[in-house]
């Protein structure tokens, strides 16, 4: 009896009443999630050249992380996860404008600390594989785990349109998802059909710019890669 009301008073002191708070918080969870999944797929893909993981792997991690984010926060803050699909609510005017750039700071820092943590956890095989030395180009080159990069014949214009593109059909097909008037998806499987959704994408449009599809996903990481040692070359 003690200990039970002992957790209760520890329940109430913990408990969050703030609503934004409470949101943010979830966003912050979800994303973390979603990017250190994504991130740890890349990495067990490149650091063991492919035996340990391969781009199937890679795709179907980010893609599944997707759907564990969305049953993480979606009850919460919406599982936004991402600053183009925050800014396509505001457009639609079913998201506040003045939390736009709050949800994008903390999706941001999510994806940056999640760089950290598959940083940490793959340090060992990242430093063995790229041989002490933090790449952005060449046969061993490492920052393609955190960050996307555009594959050598792309010009920056085509990379420019490739991410509208996907991005595009990514967010008209979550709008298209939501949309009641639409055939509806079964209640509680819709985090699996937008993570299909998510796949089939990274499997139709993933090979000019790695499929990124999220500002806050290549910005977070990015940023820390040029922290960590990989230097300004991430930039470029």
């Known amino acids: 009896m003690g200990s039970a009301s002992f957790l209760k008073r520890a329940r109430d002191l913990l408990r969050i009443r703030n609503q934004l708070m ?21 990495a067990q893909k490149i650091t063991s050249e492919d035996t340990k993981g391969n781009l199937l792997t890679s795709y179907l991690a980010g893609a599944l992380a997707v759907m564990v984010g969305i049953y993480i926060a979606g009850g919460i803050s919406g599982a936004h996860m991402n600053p183009a699909f925050s800014l396509a609510m505001c457009l639609t005017e079913q998201f506040p404008w003045w939390k736009f750039p709050i949800f994008m700071l903390v999706e941001t820092l999510a994806s940056f600390l999640s760089a950290g943590v598959v940083y940490i956890l793959y340090y060992d095989a990242i430093q063995y594989y790229s041989n002490g030395t933090l790449t ?39 709008m298209g998802i939501m949309d009641n ?18 796949l089939s994408i990274e499997f139709s449009m993933g090979a000019n710019c790695g499929c990124p599809l999220n500002p806050a996903r290549d910005i977070g990481p990015r940023l820390f890669t040029y922290l960590a040692g990989w230097g300004p070359e991430v930039f470029r």
């Open 181 to 198: 008037r639409n055939k509806g998806v079964p209640k509680g499987l819709e985090p699996v059909v937008v993570a299909m959704l998510v």
């Open 22 to 42: 409470r949101e943010c918080l979830a966003e912050l969870l979800s994303t973390f999630v979603l990017i250190t999944i994504s991130l740890g797929g890349a």
């Open 136 to 174: 952005v180009s060449g046969p061993r080159e490492t920052a393609s785990i955190f960050a996307t990069y555009p594959a050598d014949y792309v010009s920056v214009a085509n990379g420019f349109v490739d991410q509208v593109i996907g991005t595009g059909v990514l967010l008209v097909g979550i």
